[in-house]
């Protein structure tokens, strides 16, 4: 086994911990890793991120159930727009688009790279609401939810997720603070489940398709990662909400600006 696989299966854990702790932040780690670390190009590394995400954020859902951390009927709210729409972009609207987006003699795009800077903007702007640490909502146990304003931001991080192949938890998250009013640790379960949905059916997206998939590589990265979920889930218990969620936006902006930098200025 090479060093850069064997490193990228340790860093797997770490996709893992993000997960049990914050309920989101796997696919910034796991799309980095496949790409960067273990050489995967950017479109089936999105692929087996879904994948790899959606597995160990199932797993971590059940345990955040358990602890009765979940508020199913978010779930679902969001679970419905975010599955359909995440499908429909990876079976139809990824494989639509061409492999050279804009070429000429002085600059050429093509998807991978555009897929990995519009990863990094969202996270960028993703992490800037996070990381204010007085936008913190109070929650009541009567809140109001704005069903049309959910399925609408529900269509959208679907939209994003399928694009970038990301779980959509660094979006996810700031929708149940901000728009949900659903405390930290209880948003962190919830999104788990949302996450696991929506990534798995994004996948089935990608079956069917011409890409060749690794399943060893991909159930061997899957598996360090579900280590890595019980690892988190531990640590968040002894974790504040408010903290946990300060330090995973500061998290997200230093991984965009990263590939911000590594796509415009190092290739």
Same mark, same amino acid.
């Given at each position: 086994?090479?060093?850069?696989?064997?490193?990228?299966?340790?860093?797997?854990?770490?996709?893992?911990?993000?997960?049990?702790?914050?309920?989101?932040?796997?696919?910034?780690?796991?799309?980095?890793?496949?790409?960067?670390?273990?050489?995967?190009?950017?479109?089936?590394?999105?692929a087996y991120s879904l994948f790899?995400?959606?597995?160990?954020?199932?797993?971590?859902?059940?345990?955040?159930?358990?602890?009765?951390?979940?508020?199913?009927?978010?779930?679902?709210?969001?679970?419905?727009?975010?599955?359909?729409? +995440?499908?429909?972009?990876?079976? =139809?609207?990824?494989?639509?688009?061409? @492999?050279?987006?804009? !070429?000429? /003699? %002085?600059?050429? *795009?093509?998807?991978?790279?555009?897929?990995?800077?519009?990863?990094?903007?969202?996270?960028?702007?993703?992490?800037?609401?996070m990381i204010k640490p007085s936008?913190?909502?109070?929650?009541?146990?009567?809140?109001?939810?704005?069903?049309?304003?959910?399925?609408?931001?529900?269509?959208?991080?679907?939209?994003?997720?399928?694009?970038?192949?990301?779980?959509?938890?660094?979006?996810?998250?700031?929708?149940?603070?901000?728009l949900a009013k659903t405390p930290?640790?209880?948003?962190?379960?919830?999104?788990?489940?949302? +996450?696991?949905?929506?990534?798995? =059916?994004?996948?089935?997206?990608?079956? @069917?398709?011409?890409? !060749?998939? /690794? %399943?060893?590589? *991909?159930?061997?990265?899957?598996?360090?990662?579900?280590?890595?979920?019980?690892?988190?889930?531990?640590?968040?218990?002894?974790?504040?909400?408010?903290?946990?969620?300060?330090?995973?936006?500061?998290?997200?902006?230093?991984?965009?600006?990263?590939?911000?930098?590594?796509?415009?200025?190092?290739?």
């Amino acid at each position: 086994m090479e060093i850069s696989q064997s490193l990228g299966f340790v860093l797997a854990i770490f996709v893992g911990m993000t997960l049990g702790m914050l309920g989101s932040g796997g696919s910034i780690l796991s799309v980095p890793i496949l790409v960067y670390v273990m050489g995967i190009e950017p479109t089936l590394a999105t692929a087996y991120s879904l994948f790899v995400i959606g597995t160990a954020s199932l797993v971590g859902g059940f345990q955040k159930a358990k602890q009765k951390a979940v508020d199913f009927r978010k779930v679902v709210l969001f679970g419905i727009p975010t599955v359909i729409t +995440v499908f429909i972009t990876r079976k =139809i609207i990824v494989p639509e688009i061409p @492999n050279v987006i804009i !070429s000429s /003699d %002085w600059f050429t *795009l093509d998807k991978s790279v555009l897929i990995m800077i519009v990863f990094a903007v969202v996270m960028i702007i993703a992490s800037i609401k996070m990381i204010k640490p007085s936008e913190m909502p109070i929650v009541s146990g009567d809140e109001k939810l704005n069903y049309y304003k959910i399925g609408f931001y529900g269509i959208g991080i679907g939209l994003l997720s399928g694009f970038v192949g990301a779980g959509g938890g660094f979006l996810i998250i700031p929708t149940l603070l901000f728009l949900a009013k659903t405390p930290m640790k209880v948003a962190v379960g919830t999104s788990l489940f949302i +996450v696991a949905s929506q990534s798995l =059916i994004g996948f089935l997206g990608d079956i @069917n398709g011409s890409q !060749s998939i /690794d %399943w060893k590589l *991909l159930l061997v990265f899957t598996g360090c990662s579900i280590v890595g979920i019980f690892i988190g889930n531990f640590i968040s218990k002894k974790v504040e909400g408010v903290k946990l969620k300060t330090a995973f936006g500061w998290f997200v902006l230093a991984m965009g600006i990263y590939i911000m930098i590594k796509e415009f200025l190092l290739t």
